[in-house]
């Protein structure tokens, strides 16, 4: 969600039960824009909250030039006061996966614990990994934005210098293209398309067709949508 449009999108969002309170939404348009100017972003957006037993983090997220490529995720607990979430590495994400789990407790110096070794081999020594609240807080948002950030099909443009930025001429999908899968594309680096041949990138156009398709995922159809 936009913050200039934060109040719009609110409303959108709210017959899901997903809502902020008014202190909330009046400390949210202030700060937002305080963060945007403070780290010099074109843009900043309301990304979310993600619940936990003592607190929960309002996170939101911030754009430079590259949509794509140039942002940076900030966590809250009172929407005024912002911190810095740390860049996601692979050795990170498969740490939290073998240590953490349960409900997030609200406090990013929370640390999760689990004791690794040869189960077989009783003269083994045991090792414990420890993960912190905030190291699973960065990996979450990461695999949410790998997995579910999506957006529509000439929604955002390839630039001939490689950046990719918001399509102002892009007036949305028509009724056809919105109930077909091609039509919308996961918003994060391409995993498939390097994977084409020459043949079938023939038929792509490269300022809008540099993401891929959620027709692609596996399994087929599993959006519900043929």
């Not at 983090?57 to 949509?67: H, P």
């Not at 590495?89 to 996966?97: P, R």
């Not at 993960?131 to 990461?142: D, G, K, N, Y």
Request: net charge negative.
């Amino acid at each position: 969600m936009d913050a200039n449009s934060l109040s719009y999108f609110l409303e959108l969002v709210a017959g899901s039960g997903c809502i902020l309170n008014s202190e909330q939404r009046a400390a949210l348009q202030t700060s937002l824009i305080i963060l945007r100017k403070n780290y010099k972003f074109n843009r900043v957006l309301f990304w979310g909250k993600i619940l936990g037993l003592k607190e929960h983090y309002f996170i939101a997220q911030g754009r430079r030039d590259d949509e794509l490529k140039d942002t940076q995720h900030f966590y809250s607990f009172n929407c005024i006061d912002w911190f810095l979430i740390p860049s996601t590495t692979t050795e990170m994400i498969e740490d939290v996966s073998k240590t953490a789990k349960g409900r997030f407790e609200g406090d990013p110096s929370f640390v999760y614990e689990q004791k690794q070794g040869d189960k077989f081999d009783t003269s083994a020594e045991e090792s414990t990994k420890k993960v912190t609240e905030e190291t699973r807080l960065a990996v979450t948002v990461h695999l949410i934005n790998e997995e579910a950030s999506v957006v529509p099909r000439g929604a955002f443009i390839n630039t001939t210098h490689g950046v990719v930025q918001i399509n102002r001429s892009f007036g949305g999908l028509s009724y056809f293209q919105a109930g077909k899968l091609e039509h919308f594309l996961h918003f994060t680096q391409p995993k498939h398309l390097k994977k084409k041949t020459l043949l079938e990138m023939a038929d792509l156009n490269p300022a809008l067709d540099f993401l891929d398709p959620l027709s692609e995922d596996i399994p087929k159809a599993c959006c519900g949508w043929a």
